[in-house]
């Protein structure tokens, strides 16, 4: 399992979703030291832990431990999906027809 993979995925997440090591350390009831351990790779989060960034952070599991689990969900459609979410209607709609064009 890499490690270093999923932590560089959840300080991915931690940032896109605004939050500092501290805030999510104080919304996880955590220590922003045990935040910057599992960020760097170096334990081996609980699946607990994981479940809480996880739905904190508003990714799915699958995202991030996708170079890990075999049957996950694509990971770069989740991401997808996440980004175009945060953008207004129109826009999500022009996203949509380009990518209509280019799959038909």
């Known amino acids: 399992?890499?490690?270093?993979?999923?932590?560089?995925?959840?300080?991915?997440?931690r940032e896109r979703a605004g939050y500092t090591q501290e805030d999510l350390a104080a919304?996880?009831?955590?220590s922003p030291t045990?935040?910057?351990?599992?960020?760097?790779?170096?334990?081996?989060p609980k699946l607990e832990t994981l479940v809480k960034i996880a739905n904190t952070?508003?990714?799915?599991?699958d995202m991030?431990?996708?170079?890990?689990?075999?049957y996950s969900s694509d990971g770069i459609a989740s991401?997808?999906?996440?980004?175009?979410?945060?953008?207004?209607r129109k826009e999500q709609e022009k996203i949509l027809n380009a990518i209509r064009?280019?799959?038909e």
């Open 57 to 61: 952070l508003r990714v799915s599991t």
């Open 101 to 103: 064009a280019l799959t």
């Open 34 to 44: 045990h935040i910057s351990v599992l960020e760097r790779g170096v334990k081996t």
């Open 79 to 88: 991401e997808l999906s996440i980004a175009i979410s945060k953008l207004p």
């Open 64 to 70: 991030l431990l996708q170079d890990v689990a075999i």
């Open 1 to 13: 399992m890499d490690l270093c993979a999923i932590g560089a995925r959840i300080k991915a997440a």
């Open 27 to 30: 919304e996880l009831e955590m």
